[in-house]
């Protein structure tokens, strides 16, 4: 079985400004790193689509779709929701990092290929119901687990969010929802504020959120004792049919966003875990998308050997 990968220069065009982190150089240096190292060969190649309106509206509410189309009307700015600068084009390709994330799941469950990587900007794990905030437009994981829901008739989806940021809006989305479980591994007190580990859901979602604040200066030793502790108990209750991974990889060592300390064969490890756990319950089926990283080298490298991973899985 094949690993897929999303991975086109067009995601380049989103231009949320100068100087700003979240730039289109990212996927430029991904595309270099991975084209250098063969990887990019080796993959199955993805293809590209837009999300629909109606697919946007699984995760997100009529209203705050009707801001994103509203104001990002071909010109530049933020949007009014938050601290979410936008381009010319960013709408377009904010459909097409959302869209490019269900091409991957169709994939994997069609089983064309075993996993995914997608490489797509904006990020989107900040972006809750009604708000777009912290770089991202629209919520690319959750969209994809609801997709993977209701076009594919799949109970129970697992998102594995291990950016050095903790994803609210994945976790507000999902909050009262227990075929979606929700597991973050992040720094706190760090942005947005969120993540504490008494958020655990509520309602039918009682006990579907789990989350692992992390001081300053932690690590893999920290990191997967919470992934072979907590989460794996958690999993063989909730035996997910999907795996998501939220990969944002400013929890490396070196990132200018964060301060974790996660080196690239720690990405491995962790992939690892995760790909033995769709194993167990998913018929391997794992889907991976970009969320954070922002050392441009540190991030090609640390996607590269988490593609790696996944093609050994």
Request: aromatic share 8%.
């Amino acid at each position: 079985m094949k690993t897929g990968l999303l991975l086109d220069r067009s995601f380049t065009d989103h231009d949320p400004g100068a100087h700003h982190p979240e730039a289109p150089g990212r996927i430029e240096a991904i595309i270099e790193e991975l084209t250098r190292s063969g990887l990019s060969e080796s993959c199955v190649a993805l293809p590209q689509r837009a999300v629909t309106d109606d697919e946007v509206l699984l995760a997100h509410t009529d209203g705050y779709l009707k801001t994103v189309l509203r104001e990002i009307d071909g010109s530049s700015g933020q949007l009014s929701t938050g601290d979410t600068n936008f381009g010319p084009h960013s709408l377009e390709v904010a459909r097409h990092a959302a869209g490019g994330l269900l091409g991957a799941v169709d994939g994997v469950i069609s089983g064309e290929i075993q996993n995914a990587f997608c490489a797509v900007r904006p990020p989107g794990h900040h972006a809750t119901p009604d708000r777009g905030m912290g770089f991202c437009i629209f919520n690319n994981a959750a969209i994809a687990a609801r997709y993977a829901q209701q076009k594919h008739g799949l109970e129970r989806v697992v998102i594995m969010d291990w950016d050095v940021h903790h994803g609210n809006g994945t976790q507000d989305i999902f909050y009262e929802d227990g075929s979606v479980f929700y597991f973050s591994t992040h720094q706190s007190p760090w942005y947005p504020g969120t993540g504490a580990k008494d958020e655990t859901g509520r309602g039918q979602g009682r006990n579907t959120t789990l989350n692992t604040p992390l001081p300053s200066g932690s690590g893999i030793a920290e990191i997967e004792a919470a992934f072979r502790g907590p989460f794996t108990k958690k999993m063989k209750e909730f035996k997910p049919d999907l795996v998501i991974i939220s990969a944002g990889f400013d929890s490396r060592l070196g990132d200018p966003l964060g301060q974790l300390t996660l080196t690239d064969d720690d990405f491995v490890k962790l992939t690892g875990i995760l790909s033995d756990m769709a194993g167990e319950f998913a018929e391997g089926r794992l889907v991976s998308v970009l969320e954070g990283g922002y050392n441009q080298s540190g991030l090609a490298l640390a996607v590269r050997h988490h593609l790696q991973a996944l093609q050994s899985a």
